[in-house]
């Protein structure tokens, strides 16, 4: 994009590159997210903490993370401006949506770091299922992992340049 900061425009990247993954249709059909836009914000802010994860002991990765955290947000905007919420009321939604996110972060990091995060995603990432099977919140306990291990094999420098690569899906790693 001409005209944005090297850095903002590989936020945006990187920013492309996590809506994509949230929007595979997997995790909706297969594996019980709800297909609204709760669910969908849900598995942005997933992917964005690893992201974010594996960026936070790299401090030369700090100013990237914070053009990634901007770029997630002015979309958060930027769609709830499209779907008619108004002016008044956008600002008060995005703080809403951030101050939701930053506990998504605390807990996801929580439960990566005791080795076991379904609590953290079965309140978050179901929070809008009345009650999801031990199956599901078992395959993304088993998916986070696998993605913040992926993604600490990634040098943060390349992270920082918009090339984020989320390992494949389990199913897709099978032969």
Not at 122 to 134: C, K, M, Y
Not at 150 to 159: E, H, R, S, V, Y
Request: overall charge neutral.
């Amino acid at each position: 994009m001409l005209g944005l900061a090297p850095e903002r425009h590989a936020a945006r990247i990187a920013y492309a590159a996590i809506v994509a993954r949230a929007r595979a249709p997997g995790f909706y059909a297969a594996r019980g997210v709800p297909d609204t836009l709760d669910g969908r914000f849900e598995l942005i802010a997933l992917h964005a903490f690893l992201v974010l994860h594996r960026l936070r002991a790299e401090p030369a990765a700090q100013g990237f993370a914070q053009a990634l955290f901007d770029a997630m947000f002015q979309d958060m905007d930027r769609g709830l401006r499209e779907m008619g919420t108004g002016d008044l009321s956008v600002g008060k939604q995005v703080k809403r949506m951030a101050t939701g996110f930053y506990g998504r972060i605390d807990a996801y990091q929580a439960g990566l770091a005791a080795g076991d995060p379904t609590e953290a995603l079965r309140r978050n990432l179901f929070g809008t299922l009345a009650e999801p099977d031990a199956a599901q919140v078992a395959w993304f306990a088993a998916y986070l992992a696998d993605q913040a291990a992926a993604l600490a094999g990634q040098p943060a420098i390349a992270i920082a340049t918009g090339r984020v690569e989320f390992a494949p899906f389990p199913a897709e790693a099978a032969p």
